[in-house]
């Protein structure tokens, strides 16, 4: 096998490229859709501000599903690659939006209640929608 320099465009089919084209797009659409759809339960800032509060969030969330224990913040700056205090900073958001809570000491959790009073919320439906119709192309993609 012959390493590939840097920078040099692999030798694909036309077809190959096409395919990769369409699922980079169905990919991009749904990103799209889902971040566009969670910005809406943050008015009180942009999208790139809140989106470290996010993945923080999410990963409290991930987490919890799979019944780990309650989450700290070096553990979170560890997952993420982000830095321990920018973590702090979104812990100490999500708590005081009621989004997760603090359990002993230095653990965090999802809370259950900020989840059931949006039960369902319109960016949540969409964001889900998006995810499905996604899933659905990229397979029916892959079947031809």
Same mark, same amino acid.
């Given at each position: 096998?012959?390493?590939?320099m840097?920078?040099?465009?692999? @030798? @694909?089919?036309?077809?190959?490229v096409?395919?990769r084209?369409?699922?980079?797009?169905?990919?991009?659409?749904?990103?799209?859709?889902c971040?566009?759809?969670?910005? =809406?339960?943050?008015?009180?800032?942009?999208?790139?501000?809140?989106?470290?509060?996010?993945?923080?969030?999410?990963?409290?969330?991930?987490?919890?599903?799979?019944?780990?224990p309650?989450?700290?913040?070096?553990? &979170?700056?560890k997952?993420?690659g982000?830095?321990?205090? @920018?973590?702090?900073?979104?812990l100490?958001v999500?708590?005081?939006?009621?989004?997760?809570?603090? &359990?002993?000491e230095?653990?965090?959790?999802g809370e259950?209640d900020?989840?059931a =009073?949006?039960?369902?919320?319109?960016?949540?439906?969409?964001i889900?929608?998006?995810?499905?119709?996604?899933?659905d192309?990229l397979?029916?993609?892959?079947?031809?």
């Amino acid at each position: 096998m012959v390493a590939k320099m840097a920078g040099e465009i692999p @030798n @694909n089919s036309d077809a190959a490229v096409t395919k990769r084209e369409k699922q980079s797009a169905i990919v991009g659409r749904l990103l799209v859709t889902c971040f566009v759809a969670m910005r =809406s339960g943050y008015p009180r800032k942009h999208l790139g501000a809140v989106f470290e509060e996010l993945l923080v969030a999410m990963m409290i969330r991930v987490s919890d599903e799979l019944g780990a224990p309650p989450r700290t913040a070096s553990d &979170v700056s560890k997952y993420l690659g982000l830095p321990r205090s @920018n973590v702090r900073r979104c812990l100490n958001v999500l708590i005081s939006e009621g989004v997760i809570r603090k &359990v002993n000491e230095h653990g965090h959790t999802g809370e259950l209640d900020w989840l059931a =009073s949006r039960i369902d919320a319109e960016y949540f439906v969409k964001i889900r929608g998006a995810i499905i119709a996604a899933a659905d192309e990229l397979k029916a993609l892959d079947a031809a």
